[in-house]
């Protein structure tokens, strides 16, 4: 048992447990962050993405020792009911989802993308998104919103 310190969107947090618990753990059982979702748990579904210093990560094959003193954002983080991110935003509006398991996931790999991709193309979205898995298939709506909440933040009308 050791105290790992580190940031979850934005704010200080401070974890006593083994330094090889999974990182998914420590976020849902004890910081009571649920957003990141548990799906296969061997880093094949990208249901527990995360970003941790800006990187997409998937939150069950990373131990908690290798975020002290870095920053992770969840889902938690992305935006509010109030106040949707435009990616939220667009997948409200084109119903990307059905269950909506994956989307937390699918959100924060998006947002990944976007940080360091303003305009992307289909291609490059389609990509990025390959390690996440919606077993609902909504694979088209969940392209088209990714492509609608980049054009709207770069202040394009949607096509
Ligand atoms: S739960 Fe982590 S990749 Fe599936
Ligand atoms: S919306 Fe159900 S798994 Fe993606």
Redesign the pocket.
């Known amino acids: 048992m050791t105290t790992i310190s580190f940031t979850v969107n934005g704010r200080s947090a401070e974890v006593a447990a083994r330094g090889d618990t999974p990182l998914l753990d420590v976020l849902r059982n004890h910081l009571g962050l649920t957003g990141t979702r548990f799906g296969c748990g061997v880093e094949q579904c990208g249901a527990c993405m995360v970003l941790v210093d800006g990187v997409p990560r998937k939150s069950c094959g990373t131990s908690l020792s290798t975020v002290a003193g870095k920053c992770v954002m969840t889902i938690e983080g992305l935006g509010t009911p109030s106040n949707p991110h435009p990616l939220q935003q667009a997948f409200i509006e084109m119903q990307a989802?059905?269950?909506?398991?994956?989307?937390s996931g699918i959100l924060i790999s998006a947002k990944a993308l976007l940080d360091r991709n303003p305009a992307p193309t289909r291609a490059d979205i389609v990509a990025t998104l390959d390690g996440n898995i919606?077993?609902?298939g909504?694979h088209h709506r969940i392209l088209r919103a990714v492509a609608c909440a980049a054009m709207r933040m770069r202040g394009q009308e949607r096509a």
């Open positions: 989802g059905q269950c909506g398991y994956c989307l919606c077993r609902c909504t």
